[in-house]
C-alpha cells in the first residue's frame, strides 16, 4: 500500500483567498507530481518534481506553483483563489526505475465559491 | 501529445457479467498501466504491462499489451458490485518514462 497523504480531503474557500494543499510520501521518492482532474474525468498534470530544488509545469497550463524543499514535500500553492479552480488535485509519487509505478494520493477536493 | 482513447466512455452491467475495454493511441507506446479509482480516492494501479503481446492476470482482471503496441484492452471476469468505478489507461508520455498521459477513463457501473 502506498504512503502518500494528502491534506485536506476537502476544502471550500473564498474567491480571493490564498491556499496551500499538503502532500507528503514517506517512501523516499524522487519523482512527484500533480494532476487536476474534474468529477469523472481524465487527469491533467500541471506539476512535477524529479528531487529537492527542481520543479516543472506539466501540460496543463495552471496559475498555482509548487515547491519541493524536502524530498517528502511537494505542497502546491494558490495565491489567489478563483471558482475556476474548483476541481480535485492529486499529488502523486514514484521511485526509481523506468517501470516503478505511480502511487497517488486520495486527493483534495477544491471548490471556490 | 500523445493522446489516450478510451472506449466505451461508460458501462451499465449486471452483476456477474463479463467486462471487456480498451485504450488505443495514435503513437507507440512501451508500457501500458491500467489504473482504477473509486469514487472519492486516488487512482489505484491494478496492472502495469511492459512488453508487445504480454497477457497479464491479477485476480479477476487480465490485461493485455497489444502486438503493434498502440492499444491495450482489460477484461473483467464475473463482475461484481465492488467493480464500480473509473478506469483509466496510462502509459509514458516522454522516452525517460518519468510522466504519465492517462485516457479519459471508463465508468463501470454495475447492478446488483
Known amino acids: 500500500e502506498a504512503d502518500i497523504y494528502q491534506t485536506p480531503r476537502y476544502l471550500v474557500i473564498g474567491t480571493g483567498k490564498k491556499i496551500t494543499l499538503e502532500c507528503s510520501q514517506t517512501?523516499?521518492?524522487?519523482?512527484m507530481y500533480w494532476y487536476q482532474q474534474d468529477p469523472g474525468m481524465e487527469l491533467h498534470l500541471i506539476h512535477y518534481s524529479y528531487g529537492v530544488n527542481s520543479t516543472e509545469k506539466g501540460d496543463l497550463s495552471s496559475e498555482s506553483t509548487v515547491s519541493r524543499i524536502r524530498t517528502e514535500h511537494f505542497p502546491l500553492t494558490l495565491e489567489s483563489a478563483r471558482p475556476s479552480h474548483t476541481s480535485q488535485y492529486l499529488c502523486?509519487?514514484?521511485?526509481?526505475?523506468?517501470?516503478?509505478?505511480?502511487?497517488f494520493g486520495n486527493g483534495t477536493r477544491l471548490t471556490v465559491t | 501529445g500523445q493522446q489516450l482513447n478510451q472506449s466505451p466512455q461508460s458501462m451499465f452491467i449486471q452483476e456477474g457479467e463479463d467486462v471487456s475495454m480498451n485504450c488505443t493511441s495514435s503513437s507507440i507506446f512501451n508500457t501500458w498501466l491500467w489504473y482504477k479509482q473509486d469514487p472519492g480516492e486516488g487512482p489505484v494501479l491494478l496492472i502495469a504491462?511492459?512488453?508487445?503481446?504480454e497477457l497479464t492476470s491479477n485476480g479477476r482482471l487480465t490485461a493485455q499489451f497489444g502486438i503493434t503496441r498502440k492499444d491495450s484492452f482489460l477484461n473483467i471476469s464475473a463482475s461484481i458490485p465492488s467493480d464500480v468505478g473509473i478506469y483509466f489507461c496510462?502509459?509514458?508520455?516522454?522516452?525517460?518514462?518519468?510522466?504519465?498521459?492517462f485516457g479519459g477513463g471508463t465508468r463501470l457501473m454495475v447492478k446488483p
Open positions: 496510462a502509459g509514458p508520455t516522454n522516452n525517460a518514462g518519468n510522466m504519465l498521459t
Open positions: 517512501m523516499g521518492h524522487d519523482k
Open positions: 504491462l511492459y512488453k508487445a503481446g
Open positions: 502523486a509519487s514514484r521511485g526509481q526505475g523506468h517501470n516503478s509505478p505511480l502511487h
